[in-house]
């Protein structure tokens, strides 16, 4: 075996939490006297045999026995990994009893989020890797900053016009049939929420910019990328400069005719195929058996206006495979 790596299960995406990681001396793996060594020691051993190892010291904090952890649940998609049995670990209790006033109540959903998140990140480290106790705060915010984007998105449905968008909305912005294509690159004004026309990924990307997540600063960085994309090589240049800016961690495809097929989280970017395919907001929430998105297009219903909908109905409209990834704000 080779060595196995040391990090701190810190939200990539939270700047406090990594400026408190870099902070935080390492802890040395391996040894049964600190949290992360009595985690191996359970995942190695089981509860009862780690509990009896340590002679059941209830006076150091440090070594209690975790009765369910979310380590315990590693190499299952988050997706799959139910309610119940979130709430059984002793991380959703810690998150759950974290907030104090003036602090707002942690929501379950948020809790739930947030391991879900976690579960993800541990799933996505390389083989071997030891982690350090979990940052539950960051993980928290980072829950509740994905959350805040489908909630925008939520809010806007039945608002909005879909216009499409083509190298020569690119090449000629001022005169985009796109209100964010001009805001961005044609020197106009912030959209109304109510009236904007825009596409898909420019739906997705104001949700975001209205939930404090992006900055009009790094909206026009992104588009000015893939102008210069699309002046360099052409084709679907622009949209594949989008795809590539908004992505973070690792690819995931949900195919609904299998069983316990990943399925995406709130606040994950789907897309059908690639992004100049179709782009949409994941809600997190399953309706009658299909996954449900926010999305911006004319199919399933015909429909203009930002709108409801499910994965399996748009794919009645369009083709596969369904990807999904947590955005990079």
């Known amino acids: 075996m080779g060595r196995s790596a040391l990090t701190h299960a810190t939200p990539s995406g939270d700047r406090r939490a990594r400026a408190a990681e870099r902070t935080t001396p390492p802890r040395r793996a391996g040894t049964a006297t600190g949290l992360t060594g009595v985690l191996a020691l359970q995942r190695a051993a089981g509860n009862a045999a780690t509990a009896t190892l340590l002679g059941r010291d209830r006076r150091d904090p440090a070594v209690r026995v975790q009765r369910s952890a979310i380590a315990d649940h590693m190499k299952t998609d988050p997706s799959q990994v139910t309610d119940a049995q979130l709430d059984a670990t002793d991380e959703f209790k810690a998150l759950m009893a974290s907030a104090k006033p003036p602090a707002p109540k942690v929501k379950a959903e948020e809790a739930r989020l947030a391991l879900r998140l976690l579960l993800r990140y541990l799933n996505e480290l390389a083989p071997g890797t030891v982690f350090a106790p979990h940052d539950l705060d960051g993980w928290l915010r980072l829950a509740r900053s994905r959350s805040a984007v489908a909630a925008k998105a939520e809010g806007a449905v039945g608002t909005g016009e879909w216009v499409p968008l083509s190298p020569v909305d690119v090449r000629g912005p001022t005169t985009s049939g796109s209100d964010f294509m001009k805001w961005m690159l044609g020197g106009g004004a912030v959209p109304a929420v109510a009236t904007v026309k825009g596409n898909c990924w420019e739906m997705v990307m104001f949700s975001a910019f209205r939930a404090g997540q992006i900055t009009e600063d790094r909206m026009r960085e992104i588009y000015t990328k893939g102008q210069a994309a699309d002046k360099a090589r052409g084709g679907f240049?622009?949209?594949?400069?989008?795809?590539?800016?908004?992505?973070?961690?690792?690819?995931?495809?949900?195919?609904?005719?299998?069983?316990?097929?990943?399925?995406?989280?709130?606040?994950?970017?789907?897309?059908?195929k690639t992004a100049a395919g179709h782009v949409a907001l994941a809600t997190g929430k399953t309706v009658g058996g299909e996954v449900e998105i926010i999305s911006h297009w004319g199919p399933p219903h015909h429909n203009l206006k930002i709108e409801t909908t499910t994965i399996e109905e748009l794919l009645k409209s369009t083709t596969g495979p369904v990807k999904f990834w947590s955005p990079r704000w």
């Open 237 to 272: 240049a622009f949209p594949e400069t989008i795809e590539a800016e908004l992505r973070s961690g690792a690819e995931y495809v949900y195919d609904p005719a299998k069983a316990g097929s990943p399925r995406p989280l709130r606040g994950d970017i789907v897309i059908f």
